[in-house]
């Protein structure tokens, strides 16, 4: 004689299944299908074909394990809910300060969500955690009143930034949002940029190509230029680099060291330097001397 009633309760065919009927009811597919297997005759619906049945619907096809695990626990709510939200609230946050993004308490209600609907605590599925945060990396303002990236993007694009400045490139603030968004995501790694940023300076100076692309600093190259400048128009090589226009154009040309020299000596500026005053006074003595004007 069977040991199942005849007539199963709600309760007792979800206990069955394994199922809440807030969650069974929750969705009208699966509620359709409860109520079939209640409103059947006994013995039609064993465990095996309403498992059978409830894999075959849309819901259940169109939604993966973690989706499927975590609707039912928040369907379920309570005490259990609350605490996984919470721990992945915690999970998202601490992961956001560490990457540098941004997120309003909005979105990290909404990035917690997710992180538990899609597996996100799983090792082999952290990197949709990265790829939803990367996009929320922003300037942030500074005590200094500035505005700055944070956490790992913020020393990616210090570096990044430095790398420019050495190599003679400038660019805008979101190509390096852009560049520290596609590194969080992990479509590209630092090593592509910086083969990116010795790529461009090598098409800018490439009478220097060689060098660069293999491994020199656009800037290393330009010492002996930056000194010429220096000595010649009396400034500190400090305050120099491959921003000014004067040895930028020398580099970018090949310009050699003396001719560089002699058109630095061409140019008006020259003429403010104590080189050029005494030599304009060395020429004035010569002339007057000519003419028996000094002894």
Do not use: C, H
Not at 10 to 33: F, K, N
Not at 75 to 93: H, P, R
Not at 135 to 140: K, L, Q, T
Not at 151 to 167: E, I, R, Y
């Amino acid at each position: 004689m069977s040991s199942q009633p005849d007539e199963l309760s709600r309760e007792e065919l979800a206990q069955t299944y394994g199922y809440a009927l807030r969650v069974i009811y929750s969705v009208p597919e699966l509620r359709e299908l409860f109520e079939r297997a209640v409103n059947a005759e006994e013995g039609q619906y064993t465990a095996e074909r309403f498992q059978a049945e409830l894999q075959n619907t849309t819901w259940y096809q169109e939604n993966d394990q973690y989706y499927r695990q975590a609707w039912a626990a928040e369907q379920m709510g309570g005490a259990d809910w609350e605490a996984d939200f919470q721990e992945a609230k915690l999970a998202v946050q601490g992961a956001a300060q560490q990457m540098g993004a941004d997120v309003t308490p909005e979105e990290l209600d909404a990035l917690a969500r997710r992180y538990i609907y899609e597996g996100w605590n799983e090792a082999s599925r952290q990197g949709l955690l990265t790829q939803a945060l990367s996009e929320e990396i922003a300037f942030m303002p500074t005590e200094s009143g500035g505005m700055a990236l944070r956490g790992q993007a913020g020393s990616f694009v210090d570096n990044l930034k430095a790398l420019s400045l050495a190599n003679g490139l400038r660019y805008n603030d979101d190509w390096y949002l852009s560049a520290a968004r596609s590194v969080a995501s992990g479509l590209t790694d630092e090593a592509y940029w910086q083969r990116e940023l010795s790529r461009q300076a090598a098409s800018m100076f490439p009478n220097y190509a060689e060098q660069i692309n293999a491994g020199m600093n656009a800037m290393d190259i330009a010492t002996p230029y930056i000194n010429i400048y220096a000595q010649t128009m009396e400034r500190s090589p400090y305050e120099l680099d491959l921003n000014n226009a004067d040895i930028r154009r020398a580099m970018m040309d090949g310009q050699g060291l003396f001719e560089f020299q002699q058109a630095l000596r061409e140019k008006p500026e020259w003429m403010n330097t104590k080189q050029a005053e005494d030599r304009v006074s060395e020429i004035s003595l010569q002339v007057m001397k000519m003419f028996g004007l000094v002894g």
